[in-house]
């Protein structure tokens, strides 16, 4: 906004005869303040001091355009759809030396039609009247979101397909938008059994700009239609092994329907023991998740096949002294049972003799009530308790000739006893010498196979009836001066014997 100029510039050929020294101008700078004619002087000095002073106006113009800067800008639409821009907003720091006088835009209005980018164009006109333009855009924005309105109070009846489509007209109750609506949707579109009782729904409004504003309402929705019940013709369980068993309703369950879901399944009894044992007549109920019910009969058969627990304990048992004993299943049986009850125990043998003893491998079978059959093992062991009866008889033996006699515990026996029979016999002394002369007391002890004895004492009378061997010799005796002479038997008894020793020897004259 400055112009300089020089004396030279204004100098029109000013002269003089011995030659010009200086030009000087009165004014040589100015500004945008100095537009026009201005009024200077042009001092002329001579190389001798002399100078003259004249007159030249010096007019000063400004031609430059100012400097125009714009800006983008984002403008958004009202609630009816309209925006305005001015220039200010567009102009972003446009310039000029000697200041701008206006500015202009090409375009300030905008509408729905306008959303999107506007070129526009700005105009800057400076004091001086020199015009620039620029280019710019102008985006329209759309932000408003639709005005969504929703009917309410809706109720709504499932039908047999248990589907019932929802459309937008159903739930849009005078939706609208400040630049139009482009669609309009509801969530969920169809109503099924998974809605029963208050769903909301969801109208979805979206403008032509894309604004999207959503909106809920409740939707009551009934079922009332009810299930039909179908069991099975008839179904057959099992006591368990506590003589009960517990049914689960579906298992009754042949092909019940309902138009949306059986929520639960009722039976009158579902617990059964021993004593409903066969047909049993119950009421099977199919309930919707509506509340709706219906209801049929079907039969429960119900068996036992479970067979008794068979406990037994191993006895023994003593024969009596007839050799015989007798047991009962009560004895063999440790508290078997069953799931119901027990019919009958029997056993495999019940009666033992002697030629049991010991232990013997039998059977209890065990039958309940509904034919169910087991069978346990057991050990009876037969026993002889009873000892046998001793009876010996007194004996009289000889000593032979060596001086000894034997008796035999056979010998002794006379009428002994035993249930089972005797196995030994046994006597405590069967030898007998010189010393045992006279009356001896003998035991004899009988043993049977069980290895009970019993003893009795007898008397063993020793008699010695074997007369000595008498060996005499010869001898010859000498009549002394007295005219005798004594002899002796051991001078005559020589080599005399007997078995148990000779007590005395005798001579007719000594």
Same mark, same amino acid.
């Given at each position: 906004g400055t112009?300089?100029?020089?004396?030279?510039?204004?100098?029109?050929?000013?002269?003089?005869?011995?030659?010009?020294?200086?030009l000087s101008l009165?004014?040589?700078? /100015?500004?945008?303040?100095?537009?026009?004619?201005?009024?200077?002087?042009?001092?002329?000095? @001579?190389?001798?001091?002399?100078s003259r002073i004249g007159s030249a106006t010096i007019t000063v113009l400004d031609t430059i355009t100012p400097v125009v800067n714009t800006q983008n800008v984002t403008v958004y639409l009202n609630a009816a759809g309209t925006a305005s821009a001015t220039a200010a907003m567009?102009?972003?720091?446009? +310039? @000029?030396?000697?200041?701008?006088?206006?500015?202009?835009?090409?375009? +300030?209005? /905008?509408?729905?039609?306008?959303?999107?980018?506007?070129?526009?164009?700005?105009?800057?006109?400076?004091?001086?009247?020199?015009?620039?333009?620029?280019?710019?855009?102008?985006?329209?924005? @759309? +932000?408003?979101?639709? +005005?969504v309105n929703v009917t309410t109070g809706i109720v709504l009846y499932l039908n047999a397909s248990a589907n019932i489509p929802i459309t937008t007209a159903m739930i849009n109750n005078g939706s609208s938008d400040n630049c139009g609506i482009a669609s309009?949707?509801?969530?969920?579109?169809?109503i099924n059994c998974s809605h029963i009782g208050i769903t909301p729904v969801t109208l979805t409004v979206t403008d032509v700009n894309g604004n999207i504003q959503t909106r809920t309402t409740d939707v009551v929705v009934f079922d009332p239609i009810a299930p039909v019940a179908r069991p099975k013709a008839g179904v057959t369980v099992y006591l368990n092994a506590n003589g009960s068993v517990v049914i689960n309703p579906s298992i009754l369950d042949s092909a019940s329907t309902d138009n949306c879901t059986i929520t639960s399944r009722v039976i009158s009894q579902s617990t059964f023991n021993c004593s409903n044992l066969g047909n049993n007549t119950i009421s099977y109920t199919v309930q919707d998740q509506s509340g709706n019910a219906n209801a049929a009969n079907v039969i429960v058969t119900v068996l036992d096949s479970i067979k008794p627990l068979v406990v037994t304990q191993n006895i023994s048992v003593n024969l009596n002294s007839a050799g015989s004993a007798s047991i009962t299943a009560a004895q063999i049986n440790n508290g078997s049972s069953d799931n119901c009850s027990i019919s009958s125990l029997v056993l495999s043998k019940s009666t033992f003799s002697c030629a049991d003893l010991g232990a013997n491998n039998i059977t209890l079978t065990v039958t309940d009530a509904n034919g169910n059959v087991a069978v346990g093992n057991a050990?009876?062991?037969?026993v002889d308790v009873t000892s046998p009866v001793a009876r010996p008889r007194n004996l009289t033996v000889y000593l032979n000739a060596s001086g000894a006699a034997t008796i035999t515990a056979v010998m002794a026996d006379s009428a002994s006893t035993d249930n089972c029979g005797i196995a030994s016999r046994a006597i405590n002394t069967n030898l007998f010498t010189c010393a045992n002369r006279g009356s001896n007391t003998v035991i004899l002890t009988v043993t049977d196979a069980a290895n009970n004895s019993h003893s009795a004492n007898f008397t063993v009378t020793v008699l010695d009836t074997i007369r000595p061997i008498v060996a005499a010799q010869n001898i010859t005796a000498y009549i002394g001066t007295t005219g005798s002479v004594s002899i002796t038997a051991a001078q005559v008894t020589a080599s005399s014997s007997d078995n148990c020793g000779i007590a005395s020897a005798v001579i007719s004259k000594s």
């Amino acid at each position: 906004g400055t112009v300089s100029v020089t004396a030279a510039m204004v100098n029109n050929g000013s002269t003089d005869a011995c030659g010009i020294a200086s030009l000087s101008l009165s004014n040589t700078s /100015f500004t945008c303040v100095n537009i026009g004619a201005n009024a200077v002087t042009l001092t002329v000095t @001579d190389v001798n001091g002399n100078s003259r002073i004249g007159s030249a106006t010096i007019t000063v113009l400004d031609t430059i355009t100012p400097v125009v800067n714009t800006q983008n800008v984002t403008v958004y639409l009202n609630a009816a759809g309209t925006a305005s821009a001015t220039a200010a907003m567009v102009n972003n720091g446009s +310039t @000029d030396a000697c200041g701008i006088a206006s500015m202009s835009l090409s375009t +300030t209005s /905008f509408t729905c039609a306008n959303v999107g980018a506007n070129a526009v164009t700005l105009t800057v006109t400076d004091v001086n009247g020199n015009v620039r333009t620029g280019g710019a855009t102008i985006t329209v924005l @759309d +932000t408003i979101k639709p +005005t969504v309105n929703v009917t309410t109070g809706i109720v709504l009846y499932l039908n047999a397909s248990a589907n019932i489509p929802i459309t937008t007209a159903m739930i849009n109750n005078g939706s609208s938008d400040n630049c139009g609506i482009a669609s309009m949707s509801v969530s969920p579109s169809t109503i099924n059994c998974s809605h029963i009782g208050i769903t909301p729904v969801t109208l979805t409004v979206t403008d032509v700009n894309g604004n999207i504003q959503t909106r809920t309402t409740d939707v009551v929705v009934f079922d009332p239609i009810a299930p039909v019940a179908r069991p099975k013709a008839g179904v057959t369980v099992y006591l368990n092994a506590n003589g009960s068993v517990v049914i689960n309703p579906s298992i009754l369950d042949s092909a019940s329907t309902d138009n949306c879901t059986i929520t639960s399944r009722v039976i009158s009894q579902s617990t059964f023991n021993c004593s409903n044992l066969g047909n049993n007549t119950i009421s099977y109920t199919v309930q919707d998740q509506s509340g709706n019910a219906n209801a049929a009969n079907v039969i429960v058969t119900v068996l036992d096949s479970i067979k008794p627990l068979v406990v037994t304990q191993n006895i023994s048992v003593n024969l009596n002294s007839a050799g015989s004993a007798s047991i009962t299943a009560a004895q063999i049986n440790n508290g078997s049972s069953d799931n119901c009850s027990i019919s009958s125990l029997v056993l495999s043998k019940s009666t033992f003799s002697c030629a049991d003893l010991g232990a013997n491998n039998i059977t209890l079978t065990v039958t309940d009530a509904n034919g169910n059959v087991a069978v346990g093992n057991a050990i009876v062991t037969v026993v002889d308790v009873t000892s046998p009866v001793a009876r010996p008889r007194n004996l009289t033996v000889y000593l032979n000739a060596s001086g000894a006699a034997t008796i035999t515990a056979v010998m002794a026996d006379s009428a002994s006893t035993d249930n089972c029979g005797i196995a030994s016999r046994a006597i405590n002394t069967n030898l007998f010498t010189c010393a045992n002369r006279g009356s001896n007391t003998v035991i004899l002890t009988v043993t049977d196979a069980a290895n009970n004895s019993h003893s009795a004492n007898f008397t063993v009378t020793v008699l010695d009836t074997i007369r000595p061997i008498v060996a005499a010799q010869n001898i010859t005796a000498y009549i002394g001066t007295t005219g005798s002479v004594s002899i002796t038997a051991a001078q005559v008894t020589a080599s005399s014997s007997d078995n148990c020793g000779i007590a005395s020897a005798v001579i007719s004259k000594s």
